[in-house]
């Protein structure tokens, strides 16, 4: 429980209706009954959630409640996308990279600060992680952010685990659903499963 602190919702949009009622319910009476029943607790906590989507658009689309966002919203900050805001990308390297941008030639930070982010900060961090597992240890260059972005996006390897897609899976480092979609969809290279 958060008691006096701060609970972030993430993603308050993708919240199934039914749970976008049971907070609404718990912002207005700042009470909260415990899972199992027992008496109900004073809730004192700051809320903050973040959308991926325009709240506007998610109302008319039915994906979020009027009420809900009129008791959340006293203060809107809008984040604007990572491809508008190209000057962050070098501090957000250094706190994904753990070392400064410097360290990467010009033409790669270059390519960082052209390319759309549609996956937007999230993206950026996993593309360093790919970045610096291609690289081992030597200076990130253009050819290897290129890579990583082509692997994030249009295909990805896994190791060829004999028998074990449970250990394919967790190779890959994505969710179980989003390993079968790719796979599904061909998105995950089927010469990298051959031997199972």
Known sequence: MAANGSIFLDELAEAPMPLQAKLLRILESGHIRRL???????????????????????????????????????????????????????????QFWG????LMDKEALDLLKTYKWPGNVRELRNVIGRVRWLCAGAQPTKAHLEQAIKLGWHSQTVPPFKGARRRQIEASGLPRSTFYYRLQKGLITSESLSGL
Request: glycine share 8%; with cysteine; net charge positive.
């Open 36 to 94: 199992g029943g027992g008496p109900e607790s004073q809730v004192k906590a700051r809320i903050i959630s973040a959308t991926n989507i325009d709240p506007a658009i998610a109302l008319k689309t039915g994906r979020l409640r009027l009420d809900l966002l009129e008791r959340l919203g006293c203060l809107v900050i809008r984040m604007p996308p990572l491809r508008e805001r190209t000057q962050d990308i070098p501090y957000l390297f250094e």
């Open 99 to 102: 070392a400064p941008s410097s």
